[in-house]
């Protein structure tokens, strides 16, 4: 089955790769990211923890001629 993602998810996509602080680990579209397996969370000792991309995601964006590491 093929993952159909909101413009909403594909933004956060995006934001994730050049900014990722500026995600909040409550936003609703960075969670089905998560769902999908697209994003993770990282724990830090300064905070909750921040999403991102998963090697997923990564291949996502290169395939949206984006470049992510």
Do not use: C, W, Y
């Amino acid at each position: 089955m093929k993952l159909l993602l909101s413009h909403h998810e594909i933004a956060i996509l995006f934001l994730l790769l050049d900014a990722p602080n500026q995600v909040a680990p409550g936003d609703p579209d960075a969670i089905a990211l998560q769902e999908a397996r697209l994003v993770e969370i990282v724990s830090t000792a300064f905070d909750d923890g921040r999403f991102r991309l998963t090697p997923a995601g990564a291949e996502l964006l290169r395939r949206l001629s984006m470049t992510a590491g």
